[in-house]
């Protein structure tokens, strides 16, 4: 079972500062398994997120972003709010292949992108396990998820496959690029 080592307090704060990129999403999304693949490299076992995992992704020598996975179930929704000071950008991780979980996912990342503390931060929007047969594609989900109605921040969506890999390290560096430009 993957659990990133937690960082002391100081470690937290130092890398809080910085570039952090928030990872939410509704529960079974990949969130987790999409942070391990990035980290290690490999597919690693998962469990359900209580509280967060916290790693650093370094996208080349200079740059690097703190990526903060936070639990997607139902009853840890209230509190995302609290992991939104200093957000420099959003990650909205969706299973693609549960086109029946899309209203709720909806619901989910339009409540969160309500709170004042996400004005002007950027979205990511991964539209992962596309390697499942009957995946949706990236237009089917940004019209299930409404994604034109969000005129006011810059935004993006992006198949990938945390288990496979596919499309993980082009996503967080265009998030790196919308980040330095917003």
Known sequence: MWRPSLP????????????????????SSGKS???????????????????FN??????????????WDVGGQKRMRPN???????????????????????AEAKKALKMVLSDSKLEGVPLMVLANKK??????????VSTLLDLESYKDRQWEIQA???????????AFLSVHKMIKKS
């Open 8 to 27: 002391d307090a100081a470690t937290v704060w130092a890398r809080w500062r910085g570039r952090s990129v928030i990872l939410m999403g509704l529960d």
């Open 160 to 170: 990938c496959s945390a288990v496979q890999g596919l499309g993980l390290q082009q």
């Open 131 to 140: 390697d499942l047969p009957n995946s949706l594609k990236i237009r089917e």
């Open 80 to 102: 995302w709010r609290l992991y939104l000071d200093n957000c420099k950008a959003l990650v909205f991780v969706v299973d693609s292949s549960k086109p029946a979980r899309m």
């Open 54 to 67: 916290v790693g650093t992704l370094n996208l080349d020598k200079k740059t690097s972003l703190t990526l």
């Open 33 to 51: 398994t999409l942070l391990a693949r990035l980290l290690t490299g490999k597919v690693v076992k998962t469990s359900p997120t209580i509280g």
